[in-house]
């Protein structure tokens, strides 16, 4: 089972890719300095196989190679951070910009 995590940014979404096909995703909204998580979301017949982790970690690592601010609106990706302290450093505060 191939396993792969991709930015589609047409869609504002990391997907998580089993196979080829579309398994997960995280939704985004991009602002100029920060990227704003504020959905998870895994298909049921995907669940349990740990493929949310796999996506949100691949999305916190792309966000930070890219230099920007996470805010975790989604409660997934929120107690994901809180579980791993390394992607804490990334987090910032909503904000209206």
Known sequence: ????????STESRFEVLVDGRV???ADYR?????IVFTHTEVLPEYEGQGLAS???AQALR????TGLRVVPLCP????YIERHPQFQPLVDQ???D
């Open 1 to 8: 089972m191939a396993i792969d995590v991709v930015d589609n």
């Open 23 to 25: 398994a997960g995703f």
């Open 30 to 34: 991009l602002l100029p300095t920060k």
């Open 54 to 56: 796999k996506l949100v």
């Open 62 to 65: 792309a966000s930070e190679d």
């Open 76 to 79: 997934f990706v929120k107690s």
């Open 94 to 96: 909503p904000s209206g």
